[in-house]
């Protein structure tokens, strides 16, 4: 009789009831732009936001999702050791060994000339036993768990690609873009309101379609679910929260930082 066949107290014969276990998610977090529009200053992910880096909170956001065990951040080209420096400064959630919600990795890479380049960058250092994966701006550091934990019980529930959606508070117009800037642009065509949705980040993804889609697609598009439309796989949403806006414009930090304060206050500080 092999030792195998004789099984010890310890270890009953048979396993017990099966719990299906779900695969791991990992996020991928581009955080490589420079952030034009916000004007002139450090790269954008790494400007602060109440006196933390836009970044540390994005990453805060997605490692507070238990099921979330790794986080890959595309750092600014030349911005590597800093943005490494900056993780191992700050407190992550999920970062204790042992502190009971299953730890989370981190890993750095340096991004590229575009957002798709940069998310392509961060995919190229995924291990391979990460069957789901998150991409998140950086621009978006308020997404709340709850947004996030629901792209990634839709992406488990099948679904091959999922984008948080809100409906638009303004009515869109599709205009024929100006050649000089501030030109008056004549509108070709008034979208029904109600059917448009705009989009946010976390987007989550079956990870042989995400790989597969920055693979294969090289056209300009502005986010990675974009991509798998035109693999011709479907795409679903799920509600969008407003604090995972895009930290744009200037204005957007002032409104970043009052939805900080407000959460403040909330849980009585
Ligand atoms: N991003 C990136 N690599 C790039 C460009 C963008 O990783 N080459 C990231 C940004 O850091 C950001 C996200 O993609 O987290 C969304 O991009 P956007 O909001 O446009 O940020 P920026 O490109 O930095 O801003 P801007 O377009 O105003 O320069
Ligand atoms: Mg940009």
């Known amino acids: 009789m092999s030792d195998e066949s004789r099984p010890s107290p310890a270890q009953p014969p048979f396993a017990p009831a099966a719990t299906p276990v779900a695969t791991p998610v990992a996020a991928v977090i581009p955080a490589a732009g420079r952030g034009v529009r916000l004007g002139p200053g450090a790269p954008k992910a790494l400007r602060a936001l109440n006196g933390t880096p836009m970044l540390i909170h994005a990453v805060r956001a997605l490692a507070a999702s238990r099921h979330v065990s790794l986080v890959i951040v ?4 030349d911005g590597s050791a800093e943005v490494k420096s900056l993780l191992d400064a700050h407190a992550l959630p999920g970062g204790t060994p042992g502190g009971g919600r299953g730890s989370t990795d981190f890993v750095v890479v340096p991004g590229g000339e575009s957002r798709q380049e940069s998310v392509r960058l961060g995919l190229a250092a995924l291990p391979p036993e990460y069957g789901v994966v998150l991409v998140h701006d950086a621009a978006r550091p308020l997404v709340p768990v709850d947004t996030v934990d629901a792209v990634i019980e839709a992406v488990r529930d099948g679904a091959p ?76 949403t799920v509600p969008g929260h407003e604090e995972a806006f895009k930290v744009t414009r200037p204005l957007d930090l002032v409104l970043a930082e009052a939805v900080l304060a407000r959460r403040r206050l909330n849980d009585g500080f």
Do not use: N, W
Not at 74 to 77: G, W
């Open 74 to 77: 595309v750092a600014p080209p």
């Open 161 to 236: 690609a999922v984008v948080p959606a809100l409906p638009l508070a303004d009515t869109v117009k599709e205009v024929e873009p100006a050649t000089e800037p501030g030109a008056p642009e004549p509108v070709v065509a008034t979208p029904e309101r109600a059917r448009l949705r705009a989009v946010q980040t976390p987007q989550g993804f079956d990870r042989a379609t995400l790989l597969r889609a920055h693979e294969t697609v090289t056209d300009d598009v502005t986010d990675d679910a974009g991509m798998v439309e035109k693999l011709g796989l479907p795409v679903v």
